[in-house]
């Protein structure tokens, strides 16, 4: 049995998330906009009632079309002293990687610690689209978001995933957005239409639970996290088991040791400090 006491020194990092998750809560209710917790953020309400004692990260979800919305507010008016929002890989306003990060902070990954972008603590935002309708076209999202998945792994230089290694080097062979906007407009594509299920396009963990009802998710319910109330899947149990089966049982060392992201971090020094040659963000525009 792991004991917690050994994780202890993630706290003050996972409060820091925590300020992050606080400022996302009240923006969407000031603002209309739905979110709710995703994947471990969700396990560690339901288990915990916070973060994942060993879990350095934070993640949460809401549909493509309430992220333009939340994307439009906080460009107008968010709070972009103390946060910063960033967008990889814009192709017509079709994202790769959305975070809100926090000014004034740290959290470097080896995996992508030489890209020219900010590099503070931050909370993951994952997109759910409508899902395709016919299982031709589910088929047809899934190798698209598999290509999507694994060219971008190569344009960041990733190489964290061992089984894809051999394809990333391969992919690197050709230009940044080869084949990109194809795969992007594919994923997409029906979220103009109103289906029946979302299409959650991410691979969690070698875990593909691509296609989840939206009676699932929403409406969500408000669960304990860290002494805060935050929004979770309304049928939450039902969620995490399809992302990890049975989700009461802990995982041994190995595979936390694995998940956890960050080499350094810190929350009160700039990732300046040990990332000088971080200029303009231009990585985030390839």
């Known amino acids: 049995m792991l004991d917690n006491e050994q994780f202890k020194e993630l706290i003050p990092l996972q409060n820091k998330q925590c300020e992050i998750l606080e400022y996302i809560d009240e923006f969407c209710a000031e603002n209309d906009i739905e979110y709710s917790l995703a994947y471990g953020s969700v396990l560690g309400a339901a288990r915990h009632s916070g973060p994942i004692p060993w879990d350095d990260d934070a993640d949460i979800m809401m549909t493509a079309k309430d992220f333009e919305k939340f994307r439009a507010v906080f460009e107008a008016r968010g709070d972009k002293e103390r946060f910063y929002l960033q967008q990889f890989r814009n192709v017509d306003g079709r994202l790769n990687m959305y975070k809100l990060r926090m000014n004034g902070t740290s959290f470097i990954e080896d995996s992508i610690k030489n890209l020219d972008m900010h590099h503070g603590i931050y909370v993951d935002i994952f997109l759910l689209h409508e899902c395709p309708p016919t299982k031709f076209a589910r088929t047809k999202g899934v190798f698209a978001n598999c290509y999507r998945i694994?060219?971008?792994?190569?344009?960041?230089?990733?190489?964290?995933?061992?089984?894809?290694?051999?394809?990333?080097?391969?992919?690197?062979?050709?230009?940044?957005?080869?084949?990109?906007?194809?795969?992007?407009?594919?994923?997409?594509?029906?979220?103009?239409?109103?289906?029946?299920?979302?299409?959650?396009?991410?691979?969690?963990?070698?875990?593909?639970?691509?296609?989840?009802?939206?009676?699932?998710?929403?409406?969500?319910?408000?669960?304990?996290?860290?002494?805060?109330?935050?929004?979770?899947?309304?049928?939450?149990?039902?969620?995490?088991?399809?992302?990890?089966?049975?989700?009461?049982?802990?995982?041994?060392?190995?595979?936390?040791?694995?998940?956890?992201?960050?080499?350094?971090?810190?929350?009160?020094?700039?990732?300046?400090?040990?990332?000088?040659?971080?200029?303009?963000?231009?990585?985030?525009?390839?």
């Open 150 to 286: 694994i060219k971008e792994m190569s344009n960041l230089d990733y190489s964290k995933r061992k089984i894809v290694r051999p394809l990333i080097k391969f992919l690197r062979l050709f230009p940044a957005d080869f084949g990109l906007k194809k795969a992007y407009c594919t994923l997409y594509k029906w979220d103009n239409t109103n289906q029946d299920m979302f299409a959650d396009w991410e691979l969690y963990s070698g875990n593909p639970r691509w296609f989840i009802p939206k009676d699932i998710i929403f409406p969500t319910v408000r669960a304990d996290y860290m002494g805060h109330k935050f929004c979770i899947p309304g049928k939450f149990d039902e969620y995490l088991t399809i992302c990890y089966g049975d989700w009461h049982q802990i995982p041994d060392i190995d595979k936390i040791q694995w998940a956890q992201h960050a080499s350094i971090w810190s929350i009160d020094e700039d990732f300046r400090e040990f990332l000088p040659n971080i200029k303009d963000f231009s990585d985030e525009k390839i």
